[in-house]
């Protein structure tokens, strides 16, 4: 459902409480702000705590684990990147964030390694089919769940970064015809098109997008100098799917970095009134625990 135009009293909120270090205050973080996704799982415990405590933060209304990292080079060679986390305690907190906070969990696969590839039709078959059963609903006997039996994730997030674009058409229909509600989500550059990213979004599977106003590279960062215009391309171009803007929660991350004042100026006040807006996709949980980026008390 498309979120009506900023009422005037709201926006004033907004822009003091973005002027006072703060995104929003957490009971309307899924009204006009949208909705905020939070990347989560590239640090320690120690460091950006655990799933449970990011989902009980109330800022968050989808968490993103990240990541997914080796496929489709072996077949049957799969792994989990979670940094550290400890993975059987994981399980317990996603049922705890799905259940009694109302968060949706996303598995991210790919990331900004290089140990992933999907070089044919059948490794494509293959990823679907390790996904579904060990991280989805399948359950198939046999099949390793590294959160355990009972915890399944809500869906994956393409977060296509290193190799070649093959196959990825051909694993987001196959993980879409699973059925059973299997949320699909893809994290793409600033640039539009995402040349890896793009015959998967053809496909026309995925209910969101978000797009990285950050990265490196000289055409990312002519992307991001008109990131607002950049940003409304993906808008355009996937009317069906909720497109979020995807941003870095401290400068110490990316010279990208959007302070809170210049993100409601440069972009909020826009883009909150495109039908397909979807809210703010933030990475990572660490440095926005750190750096306070979205609010949290």
């Known amino acids: 459902m498309a979120l009506p135009p900023l009422p005037f009293a709201l926006a004033a909120a907004l822009l003091l409480t973005i002027i006072s270090g703060h995104l929003a205050a957490p009971a309307t973080a899924d009204g006009y702000v949208g909705g905020l996704a939070i990347y ?23 968490v993103i684990i990240t990541f997914y990292n080796v496929f489709g080079y072996h077949p049957g060679n799969y792994n989990l990147d979670i940094s550290g986390h400890d993975v ?22 790919g990331g900004y390694g290089g140990g992933y590839s999907l070089p044919t039709s059948q490794s494509a078959a293959d990823v679907a089919d390790n996904l579904w059963n060990a991280f989805l609903a399948g359950r198939r006997a046999g099949v390793s769940r590294p959160f355990g039996h009972d915890a399944a994730v809500d869906g994956v997030d393409f977060f296509i970064d290193q190799g070649g674009a093959d196959h990825y058409d051909e694993l987001a229909r196959r993980l879409h015809g699973y059925g059973a509600g299997v949320i699909l989500t893809a994290t793409t550059r600033c640039s539009y098109p995402d040349h890896r990213l793009e015959k998967a979004l053809a496909t026309k599977v995925f209910d969101r997008i978000h797009v990285r106003m950050y990265g490196a590279g000289e055409i990312e960062r002519r992307c991001v100098i008109s990131s607002r215009y950049s940003w409304e391309k993906w808008a355009a171009a996937y009317p069906g799917s909720k497109v979020y803007i995807g941003l870095v929660a401290s400068p110490e991350q990316d010279e990208a970095w959007v302070f809170q004042k210049d993100l409601y100026y440069e972009y909020l006040q826009f883009v909150t009134k495109l039908p397909n807006y979807g809210g703010l996709a933030v990475y990572d949980r660490y440095y926005d625990k750190k750096a306070n980026y979205t609010g949290e008390g």
């Open 40 to 62: 989560w799982g590239r640090h320690a415990d120690a460091d950006e705590g655990t799933l449970r405590q990011a989902c009980d933060t109330g800022r968050y209304t989808t």
């Open 88 to 109: 059987t305690a994981v399980g317990a907190d996603i049922i705890h964030c799905q259940k009694s906070r109302n968060v949706t969990i996303l598995l991210a696969i």
